[in-house]
């Protein structure tokens, strides 16, 4: 009996930090193939990307792959959402930052493709959302909550996507708090109505993330630190996997962590 053909992908900006580690976990796991990457005209990879054919063109890179991961930064979902549902195509976005054109463009595309979005493609954030939305609820106004995030010096948005949905996962609980960025100067007291966010760079740290609860005579702190980026190319495979089993709909990792199965 013939093995199984693996999956083969097609990575928005494939010569990016995450989309080398994709092409490289894809290597050593054998399942997948990153067949084609999608770069800016005149982008050369570096390092050399061997086996994979870089192009600017999408109706090149998109012919005969099974599934799209999207790391571009920024993103390009208006143009790649449409050219992924007109040819059927599931499409994982893993960038930050996406602006209401982009979110708009993938609700298109959801109409008949199955797309998933997330800020954080690792298992172990997917839950820490759940626990700090949780912590919010059973905790709350007795607990000023503050988060704290740290990356690497090359990270190029502050605060990283996400900060921002754990502070939405917070919100989400106590919708009363008003995030309060980069404090400094005579502030005063500290509101009861503040969700602090601070943004620490530096080192090739590749994420930490820590939501603290702090009370009276007590602090809850909730922490996801991650020691390799190959969590977030592990994660976008596992959520390709589901995504290639799912109907058209708009998806996050949370589904994946949260279901067994993807819905009939």
């Known amino acids: 009996m013939s093995a199984a053909r693996p999956t083969r992908l097609c990575v928005i900006g494939v010569a990016g930090r995450m989309g080398r580690q994709l092409v490289d976990v894809c290597r050593a796991d054998g399942r997948y193939v990153v067949v084609t ?3 800016r005209a005149g982008v050369v990879p570096q390092p050399a990307l061997d086996g994979v054919l870089v192009t600017a063109d999408l109706s090149v890179a ?3 792959v099974d599934g799209v991961i999207d790391f571009a930064a ?7 959402a449409a050219r992924c549902a007109a040819l059927g195509l599931p499409y994982l976005v893993g ?4 602006g209401a054109a982009d979110q708009e463009a993938l609700a298109r595309a959801a109409a008949a493709i199955p797309v ?3 800020a954080n493609l690792s298992i172990g954030v997917n839950v820490l959302l759940e626990l700090v939305g949780a912590a919010a609820r059973r905790l709350g106004a007795g607990f000023d909550v503050e988060l704290v995030e740290l990356h690497h010096k090359h990270k190029k948005d502050a605060p990283s996507g996400t900060a921002l949905a754990l502070a939405a996962a917070v919100r989400e609980a106590r919708p009363e708090l008003v995030e309060e960025h980069s404090r400094h100067g005579i502030t005063g007291p500290r ?7 601070a943004a620490v760079r530096g080192g090739d740290v590749a994420g930490e993330h820590t939501v603290l609860f702090l009370g009276h005579g007590e602090r809850l702190e909730l922490t996801h630190r ?3 980026s190959v969590i977030f190319a592990q ?6 996997d589901w995504l290639r089993q799912a109907p058209p709909g708009l998806y996050g990792m949370r589904d994946v962590v949260g279901r067994a199965k993807p819905p009939a």
Do not use: D, N, Y
């Open 95 to 98: 960038s930050t930052a996406l």
């Open 74 to 80: 920024p993103a390009a979902c208006t143009i790649v």
């Open 62 to 64: 998109f012919g005969g």
């Open 235 to 240: 994660g976008a495979l596992t959520a390709m």
């Open 116 to 118: 998933l979005a997330a």
């Open 191 to 197: 509101s009861a109505s503040a969700l602090g966010v």
């Open 37 to 39: 990457g999608v770069e």
């Open 226 to 228: 991650a020691s390799s």
